[in-house]
């Protein structure tokens, strides 16, 4: 049987590597990863090259739509896991996507249950796809997977942890929202289900592994680690006065992504640590299908497995990049001052 | 067993009446018509307090959110069939139904199967309304219901439906394009239904009674009339072509609903006429469940007998207090030219 053509874009993206081990265990997908021309020599790209995966050059910022389309030539499945600054260089894929006959665009979801209309600025130009999706009658699936495992914990004061903790995370309000989880790892073991499954043709998914108030998750850590955390609260009043601010830093100087990834995190937290809008409950009442629905055989990672991981020493350091990016920023910042 | 007490805002409109028939003959609702403070003492609402239903005062543009939430005191079921500039004045109904412990919120949708973003400003305005509906975690039905057979002829020459034909319809394109129809006096008769329906909570529906295209309509209101029908046809690009103007002369005098009026009447023709959006297949593509599932015994009223009535002089005028506005806005021009 002819393996079924999947094309992806944002293969090096943490979701999109993700997704792509997810492909790749499966074994049942032709990949062909979509990657920017300049970066198309990039040790990585090359590693994906000599593993078997087809590169095809695609920039959805500068290339006509006769070029996105004939990029896209041959390709049945299409995913895209663009970057936090991307969503909207998505519009010309989805157009393209149509010309071309792909049979299921997958646009980059990938984030916690959030309504549209306001409440958080990424979730509201995802919507902008969606809606162009929708408007082109492009078959889809939006697939959004909760917060990561990996980004769930705050640091430990013996800094065992710091290694492969980005954000030193506070607890939001009391701590008591429950919150869905997922191990990142498990991110791209669900879109391989998802993408070939009939059921979810035309549907939300929400793709989670556990359910987790903030107050549990520090216990848990306490218990795996053996050591006392520092519990920094932030209240709601806290959060929408930092949001305000930072949104006006942001208006002011629109081209400084650094500025708008502050009103994007203090979103996240008002969202699924104040709301509770990160809940398998209100998903559904969204329109969502769950992962538990859909594939209850599924082995979720556990995120206390996880938690001791960590403490090993043995997780993997995420965002490497945008860490190194935000030192910079933070550094220039400061020889400014 | 206690009746449902529902509540209905725009009760003396076209969609309005439909429903609070439906509702009446239905039997099993406690009906409160929420009336503007001004229509209290109206012909109609006298009429409707006679009939046994409880009528609250509510201005939606002027009361305050507690005066709000105090009109919707025990109200079970809240439906609004709110006129098509009002569309708006429903942002702090649906903040007060959350409030005021509504189960479920019905707002104005009854139009044609429409993607919101761009298509059509009227249902981009239903999106603001139901996107803080999810916003409010607020349970909803949202009910579109297709084209009303009541507008979907045109004249005849012999001018013997000029009674109850308002437009003298153009034919769009080639006249090819199915579209779901429904008889205005089967609406209620589906909200009936659909509001104490589990299967359609926090769930988008489309009522419809029949698919034609307008070749097909002609056809018919010729068969039944014995009289041919000059078809005048009107392009995609003719379309649009009006749509960029009329959209120039709403911008360029807002407060003048006729002026957005022909705005709106536009992108339904090409939305239901050129792009073909009105479907039960296009429906279910953007999640809707329709009536035909949900309801196969319900005996939808027909196209043939509605152009039969039609043309027997027995059909019923519709939007005459429009029409006359209308005319009042046409002479207005007249005089200034």
């Known amino acids: 049987m002819a393996r079924t053509k999947v094309g992806l874009v944002g293969a090096s993206g943490e979701t999109g590597a993700s ?24 040790p990585s ?16 910022d500068n290339d006509s739509q006769d070029k996105i389309v004939a990029a896209l030539e041959g390709i049945e499945i ?27 665009f997958v646009p980059c979801g990938y984030v916690t249950v959030i309504p549209p209309g306001g409440v958080h600025i990424l979730r509201d130009q995802k919507e902008e796809v969606y809606n162009l999706t929708r408007r082109l009658n ?28 980005m954000v030193d995370n506070p607890i939001c309000g009391k701590g008591d929202v429950p919150s869905a989880l997922t191990d990142l790892r498990d991110v791209g073991r669900y879109v391989a289900k998802v993408i070939r499954d009939e059921r ?9 592994d556990e359910v987790w108030t903030q107050k549990e998750v520090w216990d848990l850590l306490e218990k795996v680690a053996g050591e006392k955390v520092e ?46 809008d990160n ?13 538990k629905e859909l594939y209850p055989d599924f082995k979720p990672l556990k995120l206390e497995d996880f938690a001791r991981e960590l403490v090993a020493g043995e997780a ?22």
């Open 19 to 42: 997704i792509l081990n997810g492909l790749l265990e499966d074994g049942s997908f032709e990949i062909i990863a979509l990657v920017r021309p300049s970066s198309m020599s990039r």
């Open 45 to 60: 790209n090359v590693a994906l090259k000599d593993s078997g995966i087809e590169l095809r050059a695609l920039d959805l």
């Open 78 to 104: 299409l995913l895209s896991a663009v970057g936090a600054p991307g969503q909207l260089s998505q519009l010309p894929l989805a157009t393209a996507a149509k010309t071309a006959g792909v049979k299921r």
């Open 138 to 165: 492009l078959p889809y699936t939006f697939i959004d997977c909760g917060w990561w495992y990996q980004i769930s914990f705050p640091k430990l004061p013996s800094g065992k942890i710091d290694y492969a903790v």
């Open 200 to 208: 979810t043709l035309n549907k939300m998914v929400l793709v989670y």
């Open 231 to 276: 519990r920094k609260y932030v209240s709601q009043e806290e959060l929408e006065g930092r949001l305000g601010e930072y949104k006006k830093a942001a208006e002011a100087d629109p081209t400084d992504f650094m500025k708008m990834l502050h009103v994007v995190e203090t979103q996240y937290l008002l969202s699924w640590g104040v709301r509770g």
């Open 279 to 291: 809940t398998p409950e209100y998903a559904k009442y969204l329109g969502y299908i769950t992962s």
């Open 316 to 337: 993997k350091e995420i965002y490497v990049e945008m860490k190194a990016m935000m030192k910079a920023a933070f550094e220039k910042q400061q020889q400014q001052q």
